[in-house]
């Protein structure tokens, strides 16, 4: 961890204020939050995420390229802030031609933390990012009953300022101006261990954002509690049996393109059956040039593009090399449909030769016997 630190002094008169060093945390200290939870869902692998306090949504965008998450949900309490990056959310091209292997559903809700909401039940992962120490006293006294005891999601992380820090930062009171506290070490990890005790959580604690070189009694700059349920997940029996509760407003939706999608299935398949047809047809011509021209090095007629392209393990080389090679006949260039399933983005989109052929069929041409791609040889 990198710390830029500035001296910044004034002075009245002959007066000389003392002087501190402005403390620049790289990467910046909300980069090395979402850091800690994207860290934690690398570990546990969840598949339903709720980010509390969600703002412009910012660590849902960090977190959707998790491929084990299928549901991530944001909620925050400022309609004009939630989602103001929100085309960070949306699908890439990209994603299409190779997407993802689950679905994945992002919502936005328009909400507060401590309002019941039976759609959050469930779910895996809770976060609440530099939350708590925005709440008025009655909120906070409601917090915990709502997202532990009514939500009871698997786990839990809460991060917060801690105030043991501040006096490191420059004519610092409060870090910002609609914070209604900020706790110290012993203050947050007494609220956090009383709320694990009650709802039957544990607790550790840690944090982000290293102090400077001998001020290391002083903590972490943010501390950390990640809270995890003691005992059996609620079961879906369970959660089905809460009574409905919907009073936040969706304010955004999106769903992901995923191979689980019949239409996204074919559309990626097409795509990269093209592609590998579209190499091999040209090294083939290479070859055949190289033929005529009576070369003296010649290509391998393995079908294994020799110049800059995929790289494969020895396993997948051997499934490549025993399969069925393209041929030509005329101006035409055959590659079977077995060759093509013996590469690993080919085989990755479908289970078999012959689901290969239904969902290419109507698409792209065959031989009459349906064995294998046809196209023209050589370029028009």
Not at 71 to 79: A, E, T, Y
Not at 84 to 89: P, Y
Not at 271 to 285: P, T
Not at 358 to 375: C, E, F, P, Q, Y
Request: a neutral charge; glycine letters at 6%; charged letters at 25%.
């Amino acid at each position: 961890m990198e710390q830029n630190n500035k001296e910044c002094s004034s002075s009245v008169g002959d007066f000389q204020a003392p002087v501190k060093r402005i403390i620049q945390f790289s990467p910046p200290l909300y980069r090395q939050r979402y850091n800690f939870v994207k860290n934690l869902v690398d570990q546990h692998k969840p598949k339903k995420v709720a980010d509390l306090g969600c703002g412009n949504a910012l660590l849902i965008q960090t977190l959707k390229c998790h491929s084990c998450i299928e549901l991530l949900v944001g909620v925050d309490i400022n309609k004009d802030k939630i989602g103001s990056q929100r085309c960070g959310l949306s699908p890439f091209f990209g994603e299409y031609l190779s997407p993802r292997e689950l679905n994945l559903s992002i919502i936005l809700y328009h909400g507060s933390a401590v309002e019941r909401d039976s759609r959050l039940l469930g779910f895996d992962l809770i976060t609440c990012i530099e939350l708590v120490e925005h709440l008025e006293p009655r909120d906070l006294a409601d917090f915990p009953q709502v997202v532990f005891g009514y939500l009871s999601p698997a786990m839990v992380v809460i991060s917060t300022p801690n105030s043991e820090f501040n006096p490191l930062f420059p004519a610092v009171t409060l870090r910002d101006s609609d914070h209604k506290f900020e706790w110290n070490r012993k203050q947050f990890q007494t609220w956090a261990s009383d709320v694990a005790n009650l709802y039957n959580y544990s607790v550790e604690f840690t944090g982000v954002g290293e102090p400077p070189a001998g001020a290391g009694n002083v903590g972490y700059c943010t501390q950390i509690g990640v809270f995890r349920k003691i005992g059996a997940k609620a079961t879906e029996s369970c959660i089905a049996g809460q009574r409905d509760e919907y009073v936040y407003t969706m304010v955004y939706s999106i769903s992901y393109p995923s191979l689980q999608q019949k239409e996204v299935r074919k559309y990626a398949l097409v795509n990269e059956v093209s592609r590998q047809v579209q190499c091999l047809r040209r090294g083939y011509v290479i070859s055949l040039k190289i033929l005529q021209d009576d070369a003296s090095e010649r290509l391998s007629d393995s079908g294994l593009i020799t110049f800059s392209g995929p790289v494969f393990t020895e396993l997948e080389k051997t499934n490549i090399e025993k399969s069925p090679k393209p041929f030509s006949f005329g101006n035409k260039f055959y590659v079977p449909l077995e060759r093509l399933f013996a590469y690993p983005k080919v085989n990755r989109l479908c289970d078999n030769v012959d689901m290969m052929r239904a969902l290419i069929a109507d698409t792209m041409k065959l031989n009459r016997d349906g064995s294998a791609v046809k196209v023209d040889l050589h370029d028009e």
